[in-house]
């Protein structure tokens, strides 16, 4: 099938993408990779009268390492970027341990971050991590810009606070300090294909020994990621090496609600799955902060 007719816009800067967004509201769509978006389109899935391509906006692509030591991530910057960088492999090592496993390399040379988190799959990785890390995301409007913590930017499946006529400018991450451990673990039915369930696990060992701080990221299990707060907290204070993975990845999952369940599985299928990789995840990232 083909997509249905659509005016091609391609600005230059953010502020002429955002008075497009301003001028034809829900009729408007940003275009950044594509990767998610044109096979919808061409599907018929989704129709707009007006989109706007975001790859000549230079201003939107880019890594920087700030003075107060926060990574800044322009929403245009392609996967395949964050990929090479030598700067998020030591600042953000969870970010760049996601990376690799978004579909494959093809996909990921057009795929932008702020693409990803714009569209908010629910079996994405970069909405997960960046849950996992509080992260900050910066959007632009008419009306200024603002900055919208990570928890409060996913709504819902394929949804975000986003309004109609705000775009995505740049996504913020405070690199985590100390005896710290990440990991990211997934189940998909093939390599490069959606996440059946998976998890990112961030954890900071403290001078006694003990776990000060922790964030599990769960994606696959519920319409948008979400972060198993009443198994981090019960973390906190523990001796790493005395908790089991396998406690954790259930309590991280028991209170899981709306868990999909499809053609690649039931929801008692995909609890099961995500279970084990949180498990998976936490015993790597209990490996690495002891051996930080």
């Known amino acids: 099938m083909k997509p249905a007719p659509f005016t091609y816009h391609a600005p230059t800067t953010t502020d002429e993408a955002v008075a497009l967004l301003a001028e034809w509201g829900d009729e408007a769509k940003v275009l950044a990779g594509g990767q998610s978006l044109v096979p919808m389109l061409a ?84 909405p997960a991590v960046a849950l996992t890390l509080d992260a900050e995301l910066e959007a632009v409007s008419p009306r200024g810009r603002r900055t919208l913590p990570a928890a409060d930017f996913l709504t819902g499946m394929w949804s975000t606070a986003l309004a109609e006529d705000e775009l995505l400018t740049a996504l913020t991450i405070r690199p985590w300090d100390g005896r710290c451990g990440f990991a990211v673990e997934e189940f998909a039915r093939r390599r490069g294909d959606f996440a059946i369930a998976g998890a990112a696990v961030a954890l900071r060992v403290g001078t006694d020994g003990h776990i000060d701080r922790c964030a599990i990221g769960l994606f696959g299990l519920g319409p948008t990621a979400s972060r198993a707060r009443t198994a981090e ?18 309590a991280a999952t028991e209170d899981l609600e709306s868990v999909p369940s499809d053609l690649h599985g039931s929801a008692r299928y995909r609890t099961r799955v995500g279970a084990a990789m949180v498990a998976r995840a936490w015993r790597r990232a209990v490996q690495e902060a002891l051996h930080a």
Do not use: K
Not at 46 to 58: K, P, Y
Not at 65 to 75: F, H, K, L, N, P
Not at 87 to 92: G, K, L, S, Y
């Open 43 to 126: 599907l018929r899935l989704a129709a707009f009268g007006h989109l706007v391509d975001l790859r000549r906006v230079e201003e939107l692509r880019g890594i920087e390492r700030r003075a107060d030591g926060a990574v800044r991530i322009g929403a245009a910057t392609t996967q395949a970027a964050v990929e090479r960088s030598e700067e998020i492999r030591a600042a953000v090592p969870l970010l760049a341990l996601a990376t690799p496993l978004i579909g494959h390399f093809q996909i990921r040379s057009r795929g932008t971050v702020g693409g990803s988190l714009a569209h908010a799959d629910a079996a994405a990785e970069y």
């Open 233 to 250: 907290a019960q973390l906190i204070g523990a001796d790493p090496v005395e908790v089991s993975p396998d406690d954790i990845g259930g």
